[in-house]
């Protein structure tokens, strides 16, 4: 049995992600699943804040910098999936400017830090992608989640609530306001832990839940569908749930975050 993708969903408020004093505590939930003796390859897929992007890009870097350790990012892979052509390339200044891959390269690199000088790195910018995108993107990348030495982590968060995000669904039924939040989010995590990527979709439909890395999820739920067909078995559990403060009146406002770890066995 081994651990193939940790779902950290992380957070931003606004166009910027939540410091890690927010979120940290909750990300290392999943960070502690990690295998380093197994992980050789580190696949992180993200969503793209800052750019109209209808398809996924890859990095024009060759490296990623830390405060702990440069991270290579994998050429050999880059090369493989360049040649599908179904990715554009990112520009620097795109790169330097999107945060939900850069959050991750810290964690990634303390977790793998017995064994860093095997180490590789796949970073993915996400679009905002169409069902039948995320079901092609899915069908691509499950031959490498289908791999025991690569480890896929999702970035993403769930709900933004509030005036300043243009989000407010309330449940009266739940009481207060952010316990209508959390049972729309666990909702949310429940039907990601089914692995079902059309009952997602259909919940996002539903409740435009402002899970800004759906179409990550949506991703890796695909694939999760196209392994399934050769009768590889996975379970997906979540971890972990908090929110940045809890909301009472229309005034307040929260973030939600939660980790998670996908087991194939």
Not at 236 to 251: E, H, K, V
Request: proline fraction near 3%; hydrophobic fraction near 35%.
């Amino acid at each position: 049995m081994s651990n193939r993708t940790v779902c950290r969903e992380a957070s931003h408020a606004g166009s910027w992600h939540a410091g890690y004093s927010y979120c940290g505590a909750c990300a290392a939930h999943a960070y502690k699943q990690i295998d380093p003796s197994v992980t050789r390859r580190v696949f992180i897929l993200g969503p793209s804040h800052h750019v109209p992007l209808s398809r996924c890009a890859l990095s024009s870097a060759e490296v990623y910098k830390t405060p702990l350790y440069d991270l290579r990012i994998d050429q050999n892979v880059y090369a493989d999936l360049w040649k599908t052509g179904m990715f554009e390339r990112m520009s620097l200044q795109t790169d330097e400017d999107e945060h939900s891959i850069e959050m991750h390269l810290p964690y990634t690199a303390k977790a793998m830090e017995s064994h860093k000088d095997e180490l590789s790195i796949v970073p993915v910018l996400v679009g905002a992608l169409s069902e039948s995108k995320e079901q092609d993107y899915g069908k691509l990348l499950s031959r490498y989640l289908a791999d025991p030495s690569n480890l896929f982590i999702i970035s993403s968060d769930f709900c933004h609530w509030g005036q300043r995000f243009r989000y407010t669904y309330y449940d009266e039924a739940q009481g207060e306001i952010h316990r209508s939040i959390e049972h729309l989010d666990k909702m949310g995590m429940g039907i990601i832990e089914t692995l079902d990527p059309m009952s997602f979709t259909n919940y996002l439909k539903k409740y435009h839940n402002t899970i800004c890395g759906r179409h990550p999820i949506g991703v890796l739920l695909n694939a999760v569908s196209e392994l399934r067909k050769s009768g590889t078995e996975m379970n997906f559990s979540f971890l972990n749930y908090a929110q940045s403060s809890q909301c009472r009146n229309w005034q307040d406002s929260s973030v939600s975050y939660a980790a998670g770890a996908l087991i194939v066995h």
